[in-house]
């Protein structure tokens, strides 16, 4: 049975660890809206956010406003053009889900599906994501 997580609040929940994510990845702009189908279910995206391939080779979205707060160039390259970025130290919420579950990214957004052993990572209110388990250990470090 997959259980439907709505975002929870992990900093209340006694088995949520503090982590921080480091990562060089490699950002293209989308010139118009479409969808990413990720390791872990549909993302998304409007024109100009950031489309993301990972040092792990998955691929997502960033929304711009997101991306632009929570990535700097690590190409040469000027911020907003595409190419190697680094992703801003920020320690999030995590919680490894040992079950099947599904959570929203945010409240109407895209629905990712976890497999047992995949982790709930929640980045503030109401801004939500899943990491897939071997990923989560190829790039987060408690914080």
Not at 85 to 101: E, G, L, S
Not at 103 to 127: F, M
Request: proline share 7%; charged share 20%; net charge negative.
């Amino acid at each position: 049975m997959t259980e439907e997580l709505s975002c929870p609040d992990l900093s209340t929940d006694a088995a949520a660890v503090r982590v921080v994510k480091d990562e060089v990845v490699q950002v293209e702009f989308a010139s118009a809206a479409g969808l990413i189908m990720s390791a872990v279910g549909p993302n998304h995206y409007a024109q100009s956010d950031a489309l993301v391939t990972g040092s792990t080779g998955d691929r997502w979205c960033v929304s711009r406003d997101r991306f632009d707060a929570k990535y700097r160039p690590d190409g040469g390259q000027p911020h907003g053009v595409a190419g190697a970025y680094r992703n801003v130290p920020v320690p999030v919420w995590a919680k490894q889900i040992h079950h099947a579950f599904r959570i929203a990214r945010s409240p109407g957004g895209d629905t990712l599906s976890g497999e047992p052993g995949d982790w709930a990572l929640q980045y503030g209110p109401d801004d939500c994501g899943l990491v897939a388990r071997a990923r989560f250990a190829a790039v987060y470090r408690p914080a």
